[in-house]
């Protein structure tokens, strides 16, 4: 059972680190216009450089 | 926003020469921030093209388009006009609106909305975790193991609900301070009682903890809370869009010098110009100028009026013919525009009688729990004499009746009704309206701007000389009028073509005169034509020495119109139809629609008062209405409409706003009320039934864990795949 001692903290912090990348993503404004992001990902405008 | 209405600094060229001075201004000046409405919008190549036309503008700093709001906000240097903005949008191809920056407020609703999902998404997280540590105990982990599992468990658990179950918390104290139950007060007691037990129970390495149902219970309730949030947001940034709509601004002459200021720094007897087409943005008295005015909005009167010099006008007014110069007698607050807003509070009083399905539900449920977890601890605490057992099984009570199917049942419903209904252009402002809109058995219509779109139509088309409806074409289609544009439309649709007419002239406030053989023709009012008036909307028409001939109008219907009535009358409601307009004009409209009950002249407290005593009587009345004269009326109703032509203040009364033009969906909207209350209603059913299975077990204190977190499962889905099925 010495194995619980690995596996559930390792369990705990992968959870973790989805939510703190679903916070990170709320905070930086990514649900805001979900129409729109799912459209511009397919227009090459800005691919040769990032847009200023 | 100021800045946006400032004069271009380089007016002459000289000013330009002075590019120091410029950046210094530049410095001081906050930038322009415009957002602009695209309603057409509807690709990713709209998007590129618009922003990159938008950035290609030297003086724009960033620009950005949401296409799900179908919204552009630009950053730009300070000088830029939001009114260049849109030009540069309309030259693209596609249809573009100012939006008043600061009626747009969505960071204060947003910042809620996200304080929620963040909660909710604690709660997930934290759910699945204790769930999976949950499920090793059911599957029969013991002694150390299982002791290890549930402080893990309490270690998750005990920051998660402290953090996601603020929202009930708040509600249930600031419902208990007050003395009232409400649905938080039994979920917090039993979130609360759930972790202390549980953490007493781990303690002394007992076998059941309920930390995964306290969780669950959380996410569950805040996912039902999320659902019920979303769907106002929605209607509520859809209502602000509206209102953003019409940008408060007027012209203001200081010194012969026309500026463009916002309607809240207007001052009294500040001097301001209305143009034809415009609205009066204050309450004044006409210094110069001769004009007709547009007062259906505030009286429901069809029928233009003669504006002359030294004439009251009120805020809401239109302005049809001629420009106007008014001098400000009254401004915000105080006009008369703003005075209708204390007969709504008045009248809106009355609305808050109404308790919601939920709340009823509550009412009935929250003592009932509490007294049977109460008894479940005695009874077993006199059986047993061991506060443990006895506290272990009261909290199972409690969680196993917990409102979880109850917190879901009504958002889920409603979230479900709101979208089908906001698909058919309607917008359900209030929580509650789909609810009492089920309810409704009388509707009272307005006339004018709600049944009729305001816009007349000719009527006697058919009946008139040829030659003579060719010379009032003539006259006509010089005209921006309501009446002549409705003469130039009739004429060009039966295919006729103007007759040569020199010398045209508008008389502002009378109407157009020109010259034909020498002989002057007039199109205009009675008096200045010298006819007879007529009790209907008429102009007339004089050439020469010749009799007068009169043009009559009707309004035109709002598309649906019909539809709308005679789909409410075989729902089996009484329909009825009140207007401030004259009588013969509504009781044309009555006979037109079928309505047997209608009420002419009627003034903005008459029709609150008749919308009063109709409920006295029992009646739960929908109110739909458009304008000022209305808005008390609709603030009286049991529930009320208004098309998103109205004015703002008839919009902010009423719960629902029709989005598009047409009439039909009101019809639809109540067979769609009806049957989310009766999906609300078999909700609350599942739930009880749920409960009656469940409860005794827990009573005799039989239940575990395992069994609490399956009913509390298996009840939320049921609940949520019910309000699914909603048609």
């Given at each position: 059972m010495n194995i619980l001692a690995y596996l559930i903290p390792i369990s705990l912090i992968l959870g973790g680190v989805g939510l703190v990348a679903f916070v990170y993503t709320v905070r930086s404004n990514q649900y805001d216009d979900p129409e729109g992001d799912a459209r511009r990902i397919l227009s090459n405008d800005w691919d040769d450089r990032p847009k200023p | 926003m100021t800045a946006t209405l400032r004069p271009t600094p380089s007016a002459c060229p000289a000013c330009a020469a002075a590019p120091a001075a410029e950046t210094l201004a530049a410095r001081a000046l906050p930038d322009a921030r415009i957002a602009l409405s695209l309603p057409t919008i509807h690709c990713g190549a709209c998007i590129s093209k618009i922003e990159s036309a938008l950035d290609a503008?030297?003086?724009?700093r960033s620009a950005r388009v949401n296409l799900t709001l179908k919204r552009a906000s630009i950053d730009a240097?300070?000088?830029?006009t939001a009114e260049e903005m849109r030009a540069l949008v309309e030259g693209l191809g596609y249809e573009a609106h100012e939006l008043d920056a600061g009626t747009l407020s969505a960071t204060a609703t947003d910042r809620a909305g996200r304080e929620l999902l963040m909660r909710l998404a604690v709660a997930g997280f934290a759910s699945m975790n204790v769930m999976l540590l949950s499920v090793s105990v059911w599957s029969g982990a013991e002694a150390a193991t299982r002791d290890l599992f549930h402080w893990i468990s309490a270690a998750i658990a005990l920051p998660a609900i402290a953090f996601s179950g603020v929202p009930f918390f708040r509600n249930a104290w600031s419902a208990l301070r007050h003395g009232r139950l409400n649905m938080d007060v039994p979920i917090t007691l039993a979130i609360l009682l759930a972790v202390v037990t549980s953490l007493w129970e781990t303690s002394l390495s007992g076998?059941?903890?309920y930390f995964d149902a306290a969780i669950a219970l959380t996410f569950f309730l805040l996912a039902g809370r999320y659902l019920d949030h979303r769907t106002r947001a929605i209607a509520r940034s859809a209502a602000e869009e509206l209102t953003a709509l019409e940008v408060p601004r007027a012209t203001r002459l200081r010194d012969g010098v026309e500026e463009v200021v916002g309607i809240a720094d207007l001052a009294v007897g500040d001097l301001i110009l209305v143009r034809p087409?415009?609205?009066?943005?204050v309450d004044g008295e006409i210094v110069s100028g001769t004009s007709e005015l547009d007062r259906s909005l505030l009286t429901g009167e069809t029928l233009p009026v003669f504006a002359g010099e030294g004439q009251a006008v009120s805020a809401g007014e239109v302005n049809l013919t001629g420009p106007l110069t008014i001098r400000a007698t009254a401004v915000g607050a105080e006009t008369s525009l703003h005075r209708m807003a204390d007969l709504v509070a008045i009248a809106e009083?009355?609305?808050?009688?109404y308790t919601s399905l939920a709340d009823k539900a509550a009412k009935l449920y929250a003592p009932g729990v509490h007294i049977l977890s109460g008894l479940s601890f005695v009874g077993w605490y006199l059986y047993t004499w061991d506060l443990r057992t006895a506290l272990n099984i009261a909290a199972a009570v409690l969680i196993i009746t917990c409102p979880c199917a109850l917190g879901l049942a009504v958002p889920a419903v409603t979230t479900a009704a709101s979208g089908r209904l906001f698909r058919r252009g309607?917008?359900?402002?209030?929580?509650t309206a789909l609810e009492r809109l089920a309810q409704v058995d009388t509707v009272v219509f307005d006339k004018?701007?709600?049944?009729?779109?305001?816009t007349p139509r000719l009527t006697n088309g058919a009946s008139l000389p040829r030659d003579a409806l060719e010379l009032a074409l003539a006259l006509s289609q010089?005209?921006?009028?309501p009446l002549a544009q409705a003469i130039t439309r009739a004429a060009r649709d039966a295919g006729l073509a103007a007759t040569q007419v020199t010398d045209i002239t508008e008389v502002p406030g009378y109407g157009t005169k020109g010259m034909i053989d020498g002989q002057e023709v007039r199109l205009g009012r009675a008096s200045w034509v010298s006819a007879t008036p007529r009790a209907e909307t008429a102009t007339y028409l004089k050439m020469g020495k010749a009799p007068p001939v009169a043009f009559t109008f009707a309004d035109a219907l709002r598309p649906g119109a019909e539809e709308a009535v005679t789909t409410l009358v075989k729902q089996g409601k009484r329909v009825i139809l009140m207007s401030g307009d004259t009588t013969p004009a509504v009781k044309a409209l009555a006979e037109r629609l079928g309505i047997a009950e209608w009420l002419a002249e009627a003034l903005p407290a008459d029709k609150a008062a008749r919308v009063a005593t109709l409920t006295d009587k029992g009646a739960h009345v929908l109110m739909v209405g458009d304008g000022l004269n209305d808005t008390a009326a609709l603030a009286a109703a049991h529930v009320s409409i208004s098309p998103a032509s109205a004015l703002d203040a008839a919009r902010v009364a009423s719960d629902i706003v029709l989005?598009?033009?047409?009439?039909?969906?009101i019809g639809a909207a109540c067979e769609t009320a009806k049957s989310a209350t009766r999906r609300i209603r078999e909700n609350f059913r599942i739930a009880t039934v749920y409960n009656i299975v469940a409860v005794p077990l827990a009573v005799a204190g039989l239940c575990s864990p395992l069994i609490a977190a399956l009913a509390m499962s298996l009840s939320s889905i049921t609940v949520s795949l019910n309000a699914l099925r909603l048609r």
């Open positions: - | 503008h030297p003086q724009v240097a300070p000088e830029v076998e059941h903890a087409g415009g609205r009066m943005p009083s009355g609305r808050s009688r309607m917008l359900i402002k209030h929580e004018t701007g709600t049944l009729t779109t305001g010089a005209s921006a009028h989005l598009g033009n047409d009439l039909t969906p």
